[in-house]
């Protein structure tokens, strides 16, 4: 059983696609990223209602081995709304409950298929990406670029083998500018990672290094309510390089000490994995 969403009779949700399709703009659809199309999800099911952080931290991440802090969730949350707006929706349809959670104010229709097919059999494959504005068109199928077929001259024909012998002397000089043309997308990417990494850290206090391997906690939280568990992680010897790195929080939904493994992905969003959970 496949659930659809219409959202205020403008836009089709369809969960297990993360996909969100225009009703009134023929061809114009946008892919969520998985925990923005979890967070929708679950404020359309729980429509009108107020959705608690805590269940949000805990159906959206928690469920799928994640632990995340709530700058991630206010993150997605933005992103969630871009997304909508996008798609001809008011920004505060999804709106912020303030110390408590989120709630979704649109009208919604829940329609369930027992065989999913496609809401717009013929879509334009027009792409509207939610984080800028750029628009992909594709102006041509697969189909007919491969039936289109070309006739060279018979001169060009001719000179098919000289080419082709040009282009096995020079194949020497075009490998030794691709290495160089890769090696600097491999530093910009670098630079452009590092980058991400000095936000996250203008944001959050290191309270140690441990074998090369940094330690944050959340900012304003004093070093001395970490001071055990600073210990703990030396006499479990923990090692990690660059760009990975330790980070201490609180669980919202236990209020346990989580230890984490984290690293900054390139859509900003910070990516952990759980070495130890602590009372």
């Not at 991440?61 to 929706?89: C, D, P």
């Not at 000089?173 to 203008?202: E, P």
Request: net charge positive; hydrophobic share 40%.
């Amino acid at each position: 059983m496949t659930e659809k969403y219409v959202i205020n009779h403008k836009v089709l949700f369809i969960p297990d696609e993360n996909r969100l399709t225009s009703l009134e703009a023929k061809g114009r659809e946008i892919i969520l990223n998985a925990p923005v199309s979890r967070i929708l999800h679950l404020l359309l099911q729980n429509a009108r209602q107020v959705v608690p952080q805590e269940e949000l931290f805990k159906e959206v991440w928690e469920k799928h081995g994640q632990f995340v802090s709530a700058n991630t969730l206010y993150q997605n949350i933005s992103l969630l709304r871009k997304g909508l707006n996008h798609m001809g929706l008011r920004t505060d349809t999804v709106r912020t409950v303030p110390k408590t959670g989120f709630i979704f104010k649109g009208k919604v229709q829940l329609h369930e298929d027992s065989h999913h097919a496609s809401h717009q059999e013929n879509i334009n494959n027009q792409l509207i990406n939610p984080f800028n504005d750029t628009i992909v068109n594709d102006e041509m199928t697969v189909k007919e670029a491969n039936d289109q077929s070309i006739t060279l001259p018979e001169s060009q024909v001719e000179n098919t083998n000289t080419i082709y012998v040009i282009f096995i002397k020079n194949w020497k000089g075009i490998k030794f500018i691709s290495l160089i043309f890769f090696s600097f997308l491999l530093i910009v990417s670098i630079l452009f990672l590092t980058k991400k990494d000095d936000k996250f850290i203008s944001t959050h206090n290191k309270i140690a290094n441990i074998n090369q391997c940094a330690v944050y906690v959340d900012h304003g939280n004093l070093r001395a309510s970490y001071e055990k568990y600073i210990l703990f992680l030396k006499e479990k010897n923990i090692e990690c390089s660059p760009p990975k790195f330790i980070y201490i929080t609180k669980s919202i939904a236990s209020h346990n000490v989580v230890i984490l493994l984290c690293h900054i992905e390139v859509s900003e969003s910070l990516k952990c994995s759980t070495l130890y959970n602590m009372t």
